[in-house]
Antibody
Framework: EVQLVESGGGSVQPGGSLRLSCAAS????????MHWVRQGPEKGLVWVSR????????TYADSVRGRFTISRDNAKNTLYLQMNSLRAEDTAVYYC??????????????WGKGTTVTVSS | DVVMTQSPLSLPVTPGESASISCRSS???????????LDWYLQKPGQSPQLLIY???NRASGVPDRFSGSGSGTDFTLKISRVEAEDVGVYYC??????????FGPGTKVDIK
């Protein structure tokens, strides 16, 4: 069974840091680009970041660029999101998602259950 | 920047009847290969989102055939024929072609009348 399991969420003060992890199983992890998508309390979905197969190419939403870093360890089948200089507006459920491997497509075909990040003093 | 809009934002439905959700993009989502980079996701209550429709009109694996997607360019529609109680939740469209990539619509909340 294809599965994505996020961890690492928690409560942190403004200005603090957290590192999220996403453990992938049931498929060839290195064959797929990966994403982080977040959802604030009672809000919609917002794309955060994307990484290519081997981690050599990354993109970020303007709201997190320079503060968040996406990375992956294909040997461990794990995706990461290092979040620094956290703000109250970063409070959200963070989902790890898999991008389709079909050439020329960019849809997210697998989603994890999410991990909750709360930034508050 | 591309802007995604959905209507309606709230949709009460009667089981057994059909329902439609519109998604509009401020820029064309049709690429040079003829693919429309518009996808639909459903977030059921208390769950993470799941893929319903990709590339405008293709049902994802395991999605019932009462769900269908149509449209091209800037205007897209998700139709649910014969709505069932398990279809309640928030439906999001998402574009994957224009800048900024991976822009979601605001969501349409579907519930039972």
């Amino acid at each position: 069974e294809v599965q994505l399991v996020e961890s690492g969420g928690g409560s942190v003060q403004p200005g603090g840091s957290l590192r999220l992890s996403c453990a992938a199983s049931g498929y060839s992890f290195s064959s797929h680009w990966m994403h982080w998508v977040r959802q604030g309390p009672e809000k919609g979905l917002v794309w955060v970041s994307r990484i290519n197969f081997d981690g050599s190419a990354t993109t970020y939403a303007d709201s997190v660029r320079g503060r968040f870093t996406i990375s992956r360890d294909n040997a461990k089948n794990t995706l990461y999101l290092q979040m620094n200089s956290l703000r109250a507006e970063d409070t959200a459920v963070y989902y790890c998602t898999r991008e389709s491997a079909a050439v020329g497509t960019r849809y997210m075909d697998v989603w994890g259950k999410g991990t909750t990040v709360t930034v508050s003093s | 920047d591309v802007v995604m809009t959905q209507s309606p934002l709230s949709l009460p439905v009667t089981p057994g009847e059909s329902a439609s959700i519109s998604c509009r993009s401020s820029q064309s989502l049709l690429d040079g290969n003829g693919y429309n980079h518009l996808d639909w996701y459903l977030q059921k209550p208390g769950q993470s989102p799941q893929l319903l429709i990709y590339l405008g009109s293709n049902r994802a694996s395991g999605v019932p055939d009462r769900f269908s997607g149509s449209g091209s360019g800037t205007d897209f529609t998700l139709k649910i024929s014969r709505v069932e109680a398990e279809d309640v939740g928030v439906y999001y469209c998402m574009q994957g072609l224009q800048t900024p990539l991976f822009t979601f619509g605001p969501g349409t909340k579907v519930d039972i009348k």
